[in-house]
């Protein structure tokens, strides 16, 4: 039980390593900026380096400035850099001490074979963890808003949170209801797989044959296997949301979308004399109906 938590906690730790540079482009500073004339030196090295290291660390003794997604990225590895960052220093011993107690309190009690005090300190710490992170994104105050890096550790963090950050509210039952109702799927579908496995594994033929047992198996590890599916592409899905809509939140559409229809005079003649209008070569003008459209 204590190897599958800390299992857990590792794959949730490489899912936001690994969902950093599938958002590189999102956190780009100059990515909706139209400039494609020549870029200066500085420019291009923050918008070519994933991350620099010695630029994070200069920005933690408040020698330079980085933007939020830089900031987090150093502070999945580097705990607690957030909070340096944002001068919030009175946090810092909760959130070692948080996560200290936590890993220490599951070896503890893991060496002396208590597998649920051991996985619930361990949890603890994953918790302590997780909202350092979250503490860290809060408390950064961008000069923009709605803020596109702000808005996607927000979704990363929190299904969710990056649409009520964008005042989307509204989006929220959608996106819930596709993460939470295919996670729910996705339990249910494990369980009968898991049954129907062990079946037939067994060979007990008491209730079912093994041809049967093995059918319902591959069948529940399908559905399984497709309710996760939709469970990550809703969480992805979200997170796109919460960061596109807003880079597009300052996005002007005209109200003045107007159709004017007017009558027309229409030339039968090119002006090399052929004709395409009437059919006959300088024929008179003719009357007709234009239609423009205004957005």
Same mark, same amino acid.
């Given at each position: 039980?204590?190897?599958?938590? /800390?299992?857990?906690? +590792? ?9 950093? $540079?599938c958002?590189?482009? @999102? ?14 030196? #500085? @420019? ?8 620099d ?14 933007? /939020? ?9 580097? /705990?607690?850099?957030? @909070?340096?960052y944002?001068?919030? !220093?009175?946090?810092?011993?909760i ?26 300190? =361990? +949890?603890?710490?994953? +918790?302590? !963890? ?10 950064? #105050? &961008?000069?923009?808003? $709605?803020?596109p @890096?702000? *808005? ?12 009520? !950050?964008?005042? #989307? ?37 008491? =209730?079912?044959?093994? #041809?049967?047992?093995?059918? !319902? ?15 990550? *592409? ?18 002007e ?14 030339? &039968? ?15 008179? &003008?003719? +009357?007709?109906v ?6």
């Amino acid at each position: 039980m204590r190897l599958k938590t /800390v299992r857990i906690l +590792l794959i949730c730790g490489l899912a936001l390593l690994l969902s950093k $540079p599938c958002c590189l482009a @999102q956190f780009k500073d100059e990515a909706f900026s139209q400039n494609y004339g020549d870029v200066d030196g #500085e @420019q291009a090295d923050t918008t070519g380096k994933i991350f620099d290291v010695k630029k994070y660390f200069h920005a933690l003794g408040h020698k330079t400035t980085m933007n /939020v997604a830089t900031s987090f990225e150093g502070s999945l590895v580097c /705990v607690g850099g957030m @909070q340096i960052y944002n001068k919030d !220093y009175w946090k810092l011993p909760i959130v070692y001490g948080g996560i200290t107690a936590g890993i220490g309190g599951g070896i503890y009690y893991g060496s002396q074979g208590n597998s649920k005090a051991s996985t619930l300190c =361990y +949890l603890g710490a994953g +918790l302590t !963890y997780w909202a350092t992170l979250m503490d860290g994104v809060i408390s950064y #105050e &961008p000069n923009d808003w $709605p803020n596109p @890096q702000k *808005a996607t550790l927000y979704s990363l963090l929190l299904p969710g949170l990056g649409q009520i !950050y964008n005042h #989307e509210i509204w989006k929220l039952p959608i996106y819930w209801g596709v993460i939470i109702g295919s996670g729910c799927y996705y339990l249910k579908f494990k369980e009968n797989f898991e049954r129907f496995r062990a079946i037939y594994n067994s060979g007990d033929t008491t =209730y079912i044959s093994t #041809e049967t047992a093995k059918y !319902y198996k591959d069948i529940y590890r399908r559905y399984r296997d497709y309710a996760l599916l939709f469970t990550v *592409a809703g969480y992805l899905l979200q997170v796109i949301d919460a960061n596109v809509f807003a880079y597009m939140h300052d996005f002007e559409i005209s109200d003045d979308i107007t159709m004017r229809v007017s009558p027309t005079l229409i030339s &039968p003649t090119l002006p090399t004399g052929n004709s395409y209008a009437l059919g006959v070569g300088n024929a008179a &003008p003719a +009357l007709g109906v234009g239609l423009s459209l205004k957005f």
